[in-house]
């Protein structure tokens, strides 16, 4: 089979100007895709099943879509239910054909132009001919989840692990000699559920993975230290949390190993006693990220499992999640400054989903060195929330040091969204230009470099 080749919009695609489309030519387009926070799974790029069919690629696992389609009012059979992926499908093409400004609108239809050369609008009308196509590519070339990779020029993945997770598929991935790494990303968010009834199985589970029973705050320490070090043989660099809320204190570590200890005997937490514990086992692993290399990525403001039917019958991360109110940010510069202190600030990118925090995450995540103003994350990934969020980015602080797109994404299609991106910061960069803001040529090429793959191909690449 002729290798797979990937196609790209028109020129006019959200390129403003010919400032824009210039250095979308000269500096975007064929960037390869560095992904650096991504929910794919590992099992699944080893195994390499092909796909059977769009409906499957797209609605098997992409909460963007299944939020839509309730929203327009699609019965949750169609959704996640037991439909034909057929089925699911029309009832997608039904909802997309009036979602003018979704940037699923925008999506779509840049993944069927590039993987399936697909140039038509999807709607009630077109769908038949565009599943059949799709069918008829997809059964021909054997889509699969490596080829997909392989097509979009895919150069590093950083899937989400807990550290209690094996990893063993990103261990038989890295020994088959497949082109592109697929790292985990340190993810210890259920370290830090000890208000939960099962937390104790929980750490029974992360003892088991490191092979020694944790029973106080100082194994608990080790066991995160060592699974970390595990994580790192497997290419690991970069971390993640996404609380629920900042810590309000910084307890020490006899303060939270009482907590800690408590925990486990089965007793309840008190709002306090969860923030002394939180706050110290922050920066305890901040440390640990920092003597690693590792980068450290807080993910705030956001509110989970809002509709409890949906979650009584899916369970989390099923598109029933919404932006939550900001993050004082006070909490937040309390623990930057501890971290800091103690350990020296490791490469950190902190994301809101909250836009109405942004001057006052950024002024105070400017204070200090080593952090980046993550992209427009999740539910602000649309056109007007990528550009807000460049635009503050830039006045705030340095939009130069950015990391630029990831797909935080379930589909391997989703690798549309990085060239989506880059075209919007082209188009920014270029009204700048345009207006006399920024009158260096050379170096607008560079920033746009640096942001959409440089930055982050000298960050994984350095020891």
Request: charged share 25%; glycine share 6%.
């Amino acid at each position: 089979m002729d290798k797979l080749v990937k196609k790209y919009m028109p020129d006019n695609y959200l390129l403003a100007s010919d400032t824009a489309r210039r250095l979308y030519n000269d500096a975007a387009r064929e960037r390869p895709i560095i992904d650096y926070h991504c929910h794919l799974s590992p099992q699944a790029i080893h195994e390499d099943k092909p796909f059977n069919n769009i409906g499957e690629i797209w609605l098997s696992g992409d909460h963007y879509k299944w939020r839509i389609m309730r929203s327009y009012g699609i019965d949750e059979y169609y959704v996640t239910g037991g439909a034909s992926w057929e089925e699911k499908f029309y009832k997608y093409a039904e909802v997309l054909s009036t979602a003018a400004g979704n940037p699923l609108y925008h999506w779509t239809h840049m993944e069927l132009r590039m993987f399936f050369g697909i140039e038509e609008p999807l709607n009630p009308d077109t769908a038949p001919e565009i599943w059949r196509k799709t069918l008829d590519f997809i059964q021909k070339t054997q889509l699969s989840p490596k080829k997909l990779m392989l097509m979009s020029d895919v150069r590093y993945v950083a899937t989400t692990d807990d550290p209690a997770d094996s990893l063993e598929y990103h261990k038989l991935i890295k020994e088959s000699g497949f082109e592109v790494t697929v790292a985990p990303t340190y993810r210890p968010d259920m370290v830090f559920t000890l208000r939960e009834a099962d937390y104790n199985k929980y750490i029974a589970r992360l003892s088991a993975s490191c092979g020694f029973e944790i029973t106080d705050i100082q194994t608990l320490v080790k066991a995160l230290e060592e699974r970390l070090d595990y994580f790192c043989t497997l290419g690991c660099r970069f971390s993640d949390i996404g609380p629920a809320t900042i810590p309000t204190v910084i307890g020490s570590e006899d303060e939270a190993a009482a907590v800690f200890e408590k925990a486990l005997a089965g007793n309840a937490i008190t709002d306090e006693e969860y923030n002394v514990f939180a706050g110290y086992l922050y920066v305890k692993l901040a440390g640990m990220y920092k003597a690693r290399n590792i980068a450290m990525q807080l993910h705030l403001a956001s509110f989970r499992n809002l509709n409890t039917n949906i979650f009584n019958l899916l369970g989390k991360d099923c598109g029933i999640d919404c932006t939550g109110d900001p993050t004082p940010v006070a909490d937040v510069a309390r623990l930057l400054d501890a971290i800091n202190t103690q350990y020296g600030m490791p490469k950190t990118v902190i994301y809101t989903l909250n836009p109405t925090m942004y001057y006052t995450l950024y002024t105070a995540s400017n204070c200090f060195p080593n952090i980046i103003c993550g992209s427009a994350w999740w539910l602000c990934d649309h056109k007007r929330g990528i550009t807000d969020q460049i635009n503050t980015a830039a006045e705030t602080g340095h939009l130069g040091i950015s990391f630029g797109m990831l797909t935080d994404s379930r589909s391997f299609l989703s690798y549309a969204r990085h060239d989506y991106y880059r075209r919007i910061l082209c188009s920014v960069v270029a009204g700048w230009i345009d207006s006399g803001e920024f009158n260096d040529d050379k170096y607008a090429i560079k920033l746009i470099n640096d942001v959409c793959y440089d930055n982050l191909d000298r960050f994984i690449n350095r020891k």
